[in-house]
């Protein structure tokens, strides 16, 4: 791909040749150094040497992954449930390059029975249904198409670009429900998603998520009281802290139980507040990071740092402590538990790490918005 710029340009040049001022505006456009991928691309970055995110992403899991220790899990986790239902795993489809791979690996290498489901919105391409025809039928497999009605489709169109500046919200949310729905309904115990990795970020500090999700949590707590917010923020941190590491627990937020403040209605009103202020604080943060290149030394940090989770959990957490003192079904206390955990003897990030920058920075507590003289001067 050394020329990789210069053929696109001759591609662009050729297509808009008869127009001459889109020509300009195309071939002065940022492209990654690599793989020509525009700046105009969705959630693109270029690094120093002009490489962009995604050819990093590759690269990456080309060199840090171990994808035959991959595979044996998928294996082991597949074979548990296999032949145990009338399905042994849901596999949502969009007739995209992801889910087309996913179905065919999962067919022919693994020899899984799947129930193939789609969520169609309602903007399915021609060409998209016609690969979904062709894929489902060579490869012999039974499916699912759901299509909501198309006038509640509309409603919902104008009430999420309304709302959120965003007329798919059905789509993206549809997409990730209807599966769901489906392997409650034909009781199948697996779902397999070809989506990329997206979780492992969620043990590093980014400041603009802090401070949004304390943003929120301020919010929720405005419209009852200046006070409040920096009374259950502080509540939070002195909750969430091992005192046996000396170290607070995560970034915090609000921590409140046996509510029963200025009466019924009133605190009713305010947990309502808080529970509607949870996915406007979570998914933001969510879609900012699901792209984010991790690896094997991420998932370690990890899995290292779901430790802390368990630690907090088993020795100091009200419900569970509460749950296995009053001798409740121990499968249920334990419920909230990470499947995956690790322990490392004394570990201590290098400096100057992503990982020593949570130590330091983000898990002290402090006022990443909010602060009390700051709340009193915006009053409510
Ligand atoms: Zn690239």
Redo the contacts with the bound molecule.
């Keep these: 791909m050394q020329n990789a710029k210069e053929h696109a340009q001759r591609e662009i040049a050729t297509v808009f040749r008869s127009t001459g001022e889109p020509t300009a505006i195309l071939n002065n456009l940022r492209?990654?150094?690599?793989?020509?991928?525009p700046e105009t691309h969705e959630t693109?970055l270029f690094d120093e040497e002009g490489?962009?995110?995604?050819?990093?992403q590759?690269e990456y899991k080309q060199s840090q992954i171990d994808w035959t220790a991959r595979e044996q899990e998928l294996s082991a986790l597949i074979d548990q449930y296999r032949g145990k239902h009338d399905y042994d795993c849901i596999v949502p489809f969009s007739g995209g390059k992801d889910s087309t791979f996913t179905l065919y690996e999962l067919v022919h290498r693994f020899k899984v029975k799947p129930l193939v489901v789609t969520f169609d919105h309602g903007f399915l391409r021609p060409t998209t249904l016609e690969n979904t025809d062709r894929t489902i039928r060579l490869l012999g497999v039974d499916y699912l198409k759901f299509r909501p009605s198309w006038k509640v489709v509309r409603k919902l169109m104008q009430e999420s670009l309304r709302r959120k500046g965003d007329f798919c919200w059905h789509c993206h949310t549809g997409i990730f429900s209807y599966p769901m729905h489906v392997a409650v309904k034909f009781k199948v115990p697996l779902v397999i998603w070809g989506e990329p990795s997206s979780e492992y970020t969620s043990y590093y500090g980014y400041d603009e998520d802090c401070i949004h999700w304390h943003q929120q949590a301020l919010d929720a707590c405005r419209p009852f009281g200046a006070s409040l917010y920096p009374e259950l923020k502080q509540a939070c941190d002195s909750y969430f802290f091992l005192p046996h590491r000396n170290e607070p627990r995560g970034i915090g937020g609000i921590f409140f139980d046996d509510w029963t403040r200025d009466g019924f209605e009133r605190s009713v009103a305010f947990v309502k507040s808080v529970g509607d202020h949870f996915l406007p604080a979570y998914v933001p943060i969510f879609e900012r990071r699901m792209q984010t290149p991790s690896g094997e030394p991420e998932r370690r940090f990890q899995l290292y740092r779901r430790g802390r989770y368990a630690e907090f959990n088993l020795a100091i957490d009200r419900g569970t402590r509460y749950g296995l003192q009053s001798g409740r079904r121990v499968e249920s206390v334990l419920a909230s538990l990470p499947p995956l955990a690790a322990w490392q003897y004394d570990f201590r990030p290098d400096p100057g790490t992503p990982e020593a920058d949570l130590y330091e920075r983000f898990l002290p507590p402090k006022w990443w918005v909010g602060a009390p003289h700051v709340v009193d001067k915006s009053g409510d």
């Design positions: 492209r990654c150094s690599r793989c020509a991928l693109i490489v962009c995110n995604v050819c990093r590759h």
